[in-house]
């Protein structure tokens, strides 16, 4: 089994940056891809970017691309998403998940362990 805790999220004003982090502990052996997604209130979980294990190979969701970064340090079995320059519209519980292939996939069900999320909440 696999655990994943995030960390990071809060309240912070439009334009600003937050930095989430993912924590993974127990049999990180097994997980190969990561990645972050979002559900805001009333919605869909959606993602938002993803990561190799060795962190050549990233995706983004196009309504983030070029504000948000993805990375990963395997010494430390976490993985961070930076977000800078962030919008009202990026208010959303943000989830981390990863998957025991090596390869980055846009859709949910396809990631085997999850985080329980944290809050980022972006004020005009």
């Known amino acids: 089994q696999v655990h994943l805790v995030e960390s990071g999220g809060g309240l912070v004003q439009a334009g600003g940056s937050l930095r989430l982090s993912c924590a993974a502990s127990?049999?990180?052996?097994?997980?190969?891809?990561m990645g972050w997604f979002r559900q805001a209130p009333g919605q869909g979980r959606e993602f938002v970017a993803g990561i190799n294990w060795s962190g050549g190979s990233t995706d983004y969701a196009d309504s983030v691309k070029g504000r948000f970064t993805i990375s990963r340090d395997n010494a430390k079995n976490t993985v961070y998403l930076q977000m800078n320059s962030l919008k009202p519209e990026d208010t959303a519980v943000y989830y981390c998940?990863?998957?025991?292939?090596?390869?980055?996939?846009?859709?949910?069900?396809?990631?085997?362990?999850w985080g329980q999320g944290t809050q980022v909440t972006v004020s005009s």
């Open positions: 127990g049999r990180t052996s097994s997980t190969y891809a």
């Open positions: 998940a990863a998957r025991s292939h090596n390869i980055v996939v846009v859709t949910a069900q396809a990631y085997n362990y």
